[in-house]
C-alpha cells in the first residue's frame, strides 16, 4: 500500500488504494492479543455488544439467509453434504441492478472441503483495510457455523479483496501500529 498506493477518493475522504490481495488466514478471535493492544477500541465494543445481541452476521445476515427468499448458507450446507468434492458451493451478496448506494462491500464467498475441512473464501469489491479485522472476525464465525454444520474443522479463511485502501486519515494511525510490530523474520 505504501509503495504500490495510487490517490483516489472514496464518500469518505481522500484515499490510497493499494493493488488487489488475497491472504490466508489460519486462525482469528476477538481475543486476539494484536486487537486487543492495537485495535479500535470503540468498534471492539460496538461488535461485542451485537455479539452478546446475537446479531453476529451484521449487515450481512439478511444477504446470507433470505437473499430472495433464499437461505445460502443452508444451501451450501445442503451442497457440500451431497458433494464434498464440489467447486459450485459459491454464493453471492449482490442483486443484479441493485442501487450502487447498497451495493455491499463483500460480494462473494465460496465454501470447498478440501483435507477433511472447510476452507472458505471472502471476495471483497473494495475494503478499508485499517478497519477490516472488524469484518474479518465475523466471516470467520459464519466459516465456523457452516464448518459445525457439516461435522467438519473450519480450515483457513482466505480473503481475497480487489481494492483495498485506506483513507489519507487514518495512514498516521496505521503508520504507528505498523511501526509498534516486530519484525517479520522468515527464517
Request: aromatic residues 8%; negative net charge; hydrophobic residues 40%.
Amino acid at each position: 500500500m505504501w509503495t504500490a498506493g495510487e490517490a483516489g477518493m472514496d464518500d469518505r475522504g481522500p484515499i490510497i488504494e493499494g493493488p488487489p490481495l488475497l491472504f490466508e488466514v489460519a486462525s482469528l478471535s476477538w481475543e486476539d492479543p494484536i486487537l486487543r493492544e492495537h485495535g479500535d477500541r470503540a468498534g471492539l465494543v460496538r461488535r461485542a455488544q451485537e455479539r452478546t445481541r446475537r446479531v453476529v452476521q451484521g449487515r450481512y445476515g439478511p444477504r446470507l439467509h433470505d437473499l430472495d427468499g433464499v437461505d445460502q448458507l443452508a444451501w451450501v450446507v445442503g451442497l457440500l453434504r451431497a458433494r464434498p468434492w464440489t467447486t459450485s458451493a459459491w454464493i453471492s451478496l449482490t442483486l443484479p441492478g441493485e442501487p450502487s448506494e447498497g451495493l455491499p462491500r463483500l460480494t462473494a464467498l465460496s465454501f470447498r472441503i478440501r483435507g477433511y475441512r472447510l476452507i472458505m473464501t471472502g471476495m471483497f469489491r473494495s475494503q478499508d483495510v485499517y478497519p477490516c479485522y472488524l469484518t474479518y472476525i465475523p466471516l470467520r464465525g459464519v466459516q465456523l457455523q457452516v464448518a459445525e454444520e457439516l461435522g467438519l474443522p473450519a480450515g483457513p479463511l482466505r480473503v481475497f479483496v480487489d481494492v483495498p485502501h485506506l483513507l489519507v486519515a487514518d495512514a498516521e494511525r496505521v503508520a504507528s501500529v505498523l511501526t509498534a510490530m516486530p519484525e517479520h523474520n522468515a527464517a
